[in-house]
């Protein structure tokens, strides 16, 4: 198996986890590049048994695959704590199989008062917010660009450890009293004491994974590199300001693992056969009344780590061709095609007509003001009503108008599905036979 990224091409919540866990059987090593416990990697295992990832790499499942957490990431302490017990309690084995950077970020306290409290301050003042996690990604992502993260590395010294704390504390303090009018942190030492233990607890896990990872590429292992969120949520490529706060484009993975360009064989896309979206923010083909509901109800639409109900729309094919663009996608796994199982019609979106002048759009932008001018220019679809997608086994068994909607997706985006998910489950899945 070549060096392959797997990332989000829409707004997230595409599927990933489950592309990830089949692909990673193959694969020597599965790596996570950016986001934090704001993520939500749902797998469910032929066993039944199903679970929800937040930084664990979605490789864990395969007892041969090692997984490594890189520089890239935010770490909540007590998110990967958990994560780690609900793993080994449940017979999955984590010890000498995950890896964590020393270079990575920590989540304090902090960042999680002022990510709650800035949205708040939001809602309050322009009566909307950005839709964050409320996890302190954000806050933590904003000190480690302004140069006053701490990373896990930092934990070794503790003197050092303290004197940064106080500092930060202290400014944080006065931004959470005066400017946000919240509570604040007083007590230093019992947050130096508690991230003293998760130092301790960690220990066996934190490596210098840069190293690792480019050891495994000059002995010609295979690497499989998973983001979060997903490419329209990029901080630089996305509809900004409702965005992530890191990049979940392919070019994350580089600086999010110390991987080289050169390295990278090719780039998977994770699309689902229509759309969603969590949070606020334009979302062209977004559907509204009863037929959203439907949609929603269908595909489980909640978020896998707030439940907040997501926004449900058609399969917008501009936006994916963006996506496809930016991030040098050769091949898009679409996912919950089932979904779409019980509707009459189908639509596809394959342009745009700008409102004020009734121009056609071929190209997705990320400027708010001109989405917030364009009506989607639909494709419609005889449904498959009455079809069940259980048991299908190749794309050509598939039925006739399900065929169509595929080949017109394809002919949109001008890359291959490779792979079309029709189930929750691993073996619900329709592979190109170059994967197999």
Known sequence: MPNVIVLGAQWGDEGKGKIVDLLARDADIVARYQ??????????????????????????????VICVIGNGVVIDPVALRDEIQMLEEAGVSVKGRLFISHNAHLIMPYHKMLDKASEERLAKQHGSVVGTTGRGIGPAYEDKFARKGIRIVDLLDRQSLVEKLRENIAEKNELLKKFYESDTLCDVEQIVADYEVFDQEMDPYITDTALLLNRAIAEGKSLLLEGAQA???????????????????????????????????????????????????????????????????????????TGRPRRCGWLDCVALRYSIMINGISSIALTKLDVLCGFNTVRLCVGYERKSDGKRIEHFTTDLRALSNIIPIYEEFEGWAREDLAGVQIREELPANVAKYLAAIEREINVPLEIISVGAGREETLVASALV
Do not use: Q, W
């Not at 416990?37 to 395969?62: K, Q, W, Y």
């Open 35 to 64: 986001g934090g416990a704001n993520a939500g990697h749902t797998i469910r295992l032929p066993d039944g048994r199903e679970f929800v990832l937040h930084l664990i790499p979605s490789g864990i499942f395969h007892p041969n």
């Open 231 to 305: 490419a329209l949520l990029d901080i630089d490529f996305g509809t900004y300001p409702y965005v992530t706060s890191s990049n979940p484009t392919a070019g994350g993975a580089c600086t999010g693992l110390g991987v080289p360009p050169t390295s990278i064989d090719r780039v998977m896309g994770v699309a689902k056969a229509y759309a969603t979206r969590v949070g606020n923010g334009p979302f062209p083909t977004e559907i509204e009344g009863e037929l959203e509901e439907r949609l929603r109800a269908a595909g489980h639409e909640y978020g896998a780590s």
